[in-house]
Nanobody
Framework: QVQLVESGGGLVQAGGSLRLSCAAS????????MGWYRQAPGKQRELVAGITSGGSTNYADSVKGRFTISRDNAKNTVYLQMNSLKPEDTAVYYC???????????????WGQGTQVTVSS
């Protein structure tokens, strides 16, 4: 069974940094795009950053210049380096991966359990 396990969340003061990690494990034939989403109380889940299998990236306007997404294909892991954090970055952050579990299967999205990021002022 495929699992995405996130780590690195926590409490940090405004202006500080955190590095989130998400490792995919289990039966994976091919790992395609990966990304980070976040959801604050009372708000919809939104895309923070995404990265393709080839390394192309995209970011929400609100985090451009502050966050950096990267991946290690050998480890099936995606990272999110978050610098200059703001209170409005406070949310539960979710890892997402599009992958194939078998060579004859289609691609599907999988989600991590979420990790809390809290930025105090």
């Amino acid at each position: 069974q495929v699992q995405l396990v996130e780590s690195g969340g926590g409490l940090v003061q405004a202006g500080g940094s955190l590095r989130l990690s998400c490792a995919a494990s289990g039966s994976i034939f091919r790992l395609n795009a990966m990304g980070w989403y976040r959801q604050a109380p009372g708000k919809q889940r939104e895309l923070v950053a995404g990265i393709t299998s080839g390394g192309s990236t995209n970011y929400a306007d609100s985090v451009k210049g502050r966050f950096t997404i990267s991946r290690d294909n050998a480890k099936n892991t995606v990272y999110l380096q978050m610098n200059s954090l703001k209170p409005e970055d406070t949310a539960v952050y979710y890892c997402n991966a599009n992958l194939r579990v078998h060579m004859f299967s289609g691609s599907d999205d999988y989600w991590g359990q979420g990790t809390q990021v809290t930025v105090s002022s």
